[in-house]
């Protein structure tokens, strides 16, 4: 009877394990490296081939696994055992080899070169790789590509199509194989370096499946597409900049681009010291972080189900929105400011108004001055104001089960009512407060 892959897989694994104590480490590493290659395997018999050919490539696809545990400290047995394995090999691990300059785990480095006069547009395609664009003098695009096989069929491409050029990724394994254990690297792993020309002002385009990082970029419009992995940006100064991951984090720090599109599907958004024009972010599912953005136009932000932290922002129009999630809100400077949220309080200090919305939650807001309109809502929570002593104002309070507190002299009351208040202070009111809840109660200081 022939033997399945299942049964293939475990004899090669039970060769090269061999000689190690099954720790509870040791056996969960050869259990995921197991899994990865039945899968791999799996993948193989549904194109054609037959168990052997299936399990054979499987394995070379995961890299030299015997010559990986020799570098993992595993307490070895005490009768030695032989770990020959006459099954070929492509990948090594990136930490288990090193170069003659001394890289660890490089078997492979491609370089790339193109000249870019008369180019509007870099589109660069990469698969499961690591990228990282960095600026540089020479007037050429150069990209670096450290591969952790030696297969020349996995070097990436160079084509040029009237004014633009692409750069396309080479060969890549079939099922993609990475497994970190004690800080060493199974599979394959690839570091690509694009080294963009200072003169360079087109469009530039990236897109991978992994972790992408930009820094110190000038004078190209961005467009950054990750499927699965984060993406860091630092130092640009842009005319466009767009981001997109299905699953990682976005974080821009130090940087400036007249238009900014930021979305993550499913991770944290975080920015520190940005400027530009305007600004568009979203996280389906994560959290929302601005330290310092100056803009001269409008910011939305959104958040599907996360919490949202905002100071020190100025923007003409500001608009923030959580389905659920909690606000806080540090000197926040816009003309029209909206926040909402679904399910979660609302906290600001030193804010000038707004419009803030809570579904179920509590609204605490100080305000620095009161320059502008402030309305406060909530379905369910106490609303607490906290007001400069000089402020001029009227007000229009409403609650349907619970009480309203304020200081009443200095003011002059249409209407004085248990549940509803109305009136104003001052003899030149400059903003209008207007407070609703549907289950809570009002306070003014």
């Given at each position: 009877m022939m033997a399945t892959t299942l049964e293939l897989i475990d004899e090669r694994l039970d060769r090269v394990f061999a000689p190690y104590q099954m720790t509870v480490a040791a056996t969960e590493l050869r259990e995921e490296i197991r899994s990865n290659l039945a899968a791999a395997a799996t993948d193989q018999l549904a194109g054609g081939a037959?168990?052997?050919?299936?399990?054979?490539?499987?394995?070379?696809?995961?890299?030299?696994i015997d010559e990986l545990l020799t570098q993992l400290d595993l307490p070895a047995r005490v009768t030695a055992v032989s770990t020959s394995d006459n099954a070929p090999v492509a990948d090594l691990p990136i930490d288990s080899a090193e170069t003659a300059e001394g890289t660890p785990g490089v078997r492979q480095t491609v370089q790339l070169h193109a000249g870019i006069a008369g180019i509007t547009r870099i589109m660069l395609d990469y698969a499961c790789d690591e990228v990282t664009l960095q600026?540089?003098?020479?007037?050429?695009?150069?990209?670096?590509?450290?591969?952790?096989?030696?297969?020349?069929?996995?070097?990436?491409?160079?084509?040029?199509?009237?004014?633009?050029l692409r750069i396309s990724h080479g060969k890549r394994?079939?099922?993609?194989?990475?497994?970190?254990?004690?800080?060493?690297?199974?599979?394959?792993w690839s570091v690509i370096t694009v080294n963009v020309p200072v003169t360079f002002t087109g469009d530039l385009q990236l897109r991978s499946d992994d972790r992408i990082s930009a820094r110190q970029l000038s004078g190209v419009s961005l467009a950054l597409t990750t499927t699965d992995g984060a993406v860091t940006l630092d130092a640009l100064d842009l005319p466009r900049l767009a981001v997109y991951t299905d699953d990682g984090h976005i974080t821009l720090r130090d940087s400036r681009a007249a238009t900014i599109s930021l979305r993550t599907a499913d991770g944290n958004l975080q920015l520190t010291q940005v400027a530009g024009t305007?600004?568009?972010?979203?996280?389906?599912?994560?959290?929302?972080?601005?330290?310092?953005?100056?803009?001269?136009?409008?910011?939305?932000?959104?958040?599907?189900?996360?919490?949202?932290?905002?100071?020190?922002?100025?923007?003409?129009?500001?608009?923030?929105?959580?389905?659920?999630?909690?606000?806080?809100?540090?000197?926040?400077?816009?003309?029209?400011?909206?926040?909402?949220?679904?399910?979660?309080?609302?906290?600001?200090?030193?804010?000038?108004?707004?419009?803030?919305?809570?579904?179920?939650?509590?609204?605490?807001?100080?305000?620095?001055?009161?320059?502008?309109?402030?309305?406060?809502?909530?379905?369910?929570g106490n609303v607490a104001l906290t007001l400069p002593p000089?402020?001029?104002?009227?007000?229009?309070?409403?609650?349907?089960?619970?009480?309203?507190?304020?200081?009443?002299?200095?003011?002059?009351?249409?209407?004085?009512?248990?549940?509803?208040?109305?009136?104003?202070?001052?003899?030149?009111?400059?903003?209008?407060?207007?407070?609703?809840?549907?289950?809570?109660?009002?306070?003014?200081?």
């Open positions: 037959d168990a052997l050919t299936a399990v054979a490539t499987a394995w070379a696809e995961f890299g030299a600026p540089t003098l020479d007037p050429e695009l150069s990209v670096i590509e450290q591969l952790s096989t030696d297969d020349p069929a996995y070097a990436g491409t160079l084509t040029q199509v009237g004014d633009a394994p079939h099922t993609l194989f990475r497994l970190n254990f004690n800080g060493r690297r199974f599979g394959f305007t600004l568009a972010a979203t996280t389906g599912d994560g959290r929302l972080t601005v330290d310092t953005l100056t803009l001269t136009g409008d910011a939305e932000l959104s958040t599907g189900d996360g919490r949202a932290a905002l100071a020190d922002v100025t923007a003409t129009s500001l608009t923030l929105h959580t389905a659920d999630g909690h606000v806080q809100l540090t000197r926040l400077h816009s003309d029209q400011l909206t926040v909402k949220t679904g399910d979660g309080r609302i906290t600001g200090t030193e804010l000038t108004g707004g419009r803030f919305t809570t579904g179920d939650g509590r609204i605490d807001l100080q305000l620095s001055e009161l320059s502008q309109p402030l309305t406060a809502q909530t379905g369910d000089t402020a001029e104002y009227t007000f229009t309070l409403r609650t349907f089960d619970g009480h309203i507190t304020q200081p009443e002299a200095g003011a002059t009351f249409t209407q004085h009512k248990t549940k509803r208040r109305t009136g104003h202070y001052g003899d030149a009111p400059q903003a209008a407060i207007t407070v609703r809840t549907g289950d809570g109660s009002i306070t003014l200081n």
